[in-house]
Structure formats: C-alpha cells, structure tokens
C-alpha cells in the first residue's frame, strides 16, 4: 500500500513537472510606479520579452499613457501588463496627451498580451480611447480593469481589419462619451459615446463585463460593424445606455449590430 502511493505521488508529480515545462517561459518581471517618466515607462516597455510580466504598481499616474504597439508574447509565453491592486487602490491613468490621444494603445504588430488590473481615466479635454487596438493585433486579454470617464470610447477595436482573438471579461466600463454640443467640438472635446466598438474583429468574447452611462451622439454599450466574425457577448450587466433594446436575449441591452454581422450571446 504504502509503495502503491508513493508511485502514485512520483507519477502525480511527473505529471505536475511535465505539465509546468510545457508552458515555461524564461520570465522577466519588471516594475514601473508613479514616480517614473514618460521616458522612463516607454524604456521599459521595449525591455519586455514573451513571457515578461511588467508590475504597474498602484497610485495615480497623471498625465502617463501606455503605448504597446509592436509588443510581442508568444502563444505559450504571453506577455502581461499586471497592474498591483493594493486594497482598494489600483493603477489609475490618467491622461489626455497619450499616443493619438489613447490611454492604451495596441498598434500594429501587437500580440498575446493581457492586460489586467489596470484604470483609465482623464483629465483634459479628450481621450479618443481608454484603450486602442490597432489593425493586425490579434490575441488580446482586458481582464478585471476600469475605464471611467473616458470622454470617447472605452475600448476601440475599429481597427479595420484583421483584429483577431480578443476577450474582454470582468471590466467596468463607466460614464463614457460626452454629450454633442458646439462648444464641445469647438473645444475639441470628443463626444463618441461607445463602451466597446468593434470592427473587422475575427474572434472576439465579451464576458461578464459591467458598461453603464454611455451617452453621446452614439449612446451604445457595445457597437459591432461590418467585418465582425464570431462575436460572443455573454453575462454582461448593461443599464443607462440610451441606444435602445437589441436581442431579448441580451435583455435589452444597448447594442448596435451592423446588418450581416451575427451575435452569439
């Protein structure tokens, strides 16, 4: 009996140390905090290697934005961009002067990068986008992040073409958009108004995701346009969008499908 087990915990283990050097990665990790620059974050940014993980540490990073264009993980070795949670406390950006005016961007080239924890917000007169997904990103992770605020769009996947394999799960998207006035757009105030637009996207999951007070000229939660392929909108909570009621089976959440793009929710 006894010898029965410990060749049953040898093989347990076996199993355990296999499984573990399957998904290895030579992991780096990195940690940037409020007191950096501009310069000093985009620095390390470029140090980061498949399987690399980059601490945000907690506090306000005013005026600071993200840029991750042409970052890549790889598919067993992603790369993610963690932000430390300290009780009630997160990584906040705020920022109106980022790359292309985007708090976050994912430009070309981007890939197998999660971005979890983090907070977006601003302080001036536009944000085009809380976070920017540029065409040919593909294997995309926003897990557990805020985005209050943002006076376009929270999350913006009009890249046009050839975004593929993107989930969204577990984030608050917040009083987003501003309403259309004159003097709004004689300030240069954006005034979109979507929560998560999509476009061109093969692939994308939009689980268990909070969006409420989207106003503006667009007024939607979730907007999907021509080129969406396999588009899964599932267990969201949706309310103050003023777009109007889309399928029963979203229980009237504020959705703007194009025609011939098809929604599995």
């Known amino acids: 009996m006894l010898l029965n087990s410990i060749r049953l915990l040898f093989a347990v283990c076996v199993i ?48 600071i934005y993200l840029d991750l264009s042409g970052l890549k993980g790889s598919a067993s070795a992603w790369i993610t961009i963690n932000g430390v ?27 197998f990068i999660a971005i979890v924890g983090l907070k977006l917000t601003h302080i001036g007169v536009a944000v085009k986008a809380g976070i920017f997904v540029d065409a040919g990103v593909h294997d995309i992770l926003v897990d557990n992040c805020i985005l209050d605020g943002i006076t376009g769009i929270g999350i913006d996947l009009l890249g046009r073409s050839n975004i593929a394999n993107v989930v969204v799960k577990g984030c608050l998207l917040a009083n987003i958009g501003t309403i259309k006035t004159a003097a709004n757009i004689g300030a240069g105030i954006a005034v979109g108004g979507l929560g998560v637009a999509v476009t061109g996207v093969a692939n994308i999951q939009l689980i268990k995701n909070v969006i409420h007070d989207v106003q503006g000229y667009e007024g939607s939660a979730i907007k999907c346009l021509l080129g969406v392929v396999g588009c899964q909108i599932l267990d969201n909570v949706i309310y ?14 504020a959705l703007h499908v194009a025609v011939g793009v098809s929604v599995q929710s």
């Open 240 to 253: 103050n969008c003023p777009r109007g009621a889309g399928p029963s089976s979203l229980e009237k959440v």
């Open 85 to 111: 949670i300290c009780g009630d406390v997160r990584p906040i950006f705020q920022c109106d002067t980022g790359k292309g005016y985007h708090g976050i961007t994912l430009g070309v080239g981007a890939e």
């Open 16 to 63: 355990a140390l296999a499984f573990a050097a399957g998904h290895a990665t030579a992991t780096n990790t990195y940690s940037i905090s409020p007191v950096h620059t501009q310069a000093q974050i985009d620095a390390t940014i470029q140090l980061l290697l498949p399987g690399d993980v980059l601490n945000v540490e907690a506090g306000l990073y005013a005026g």
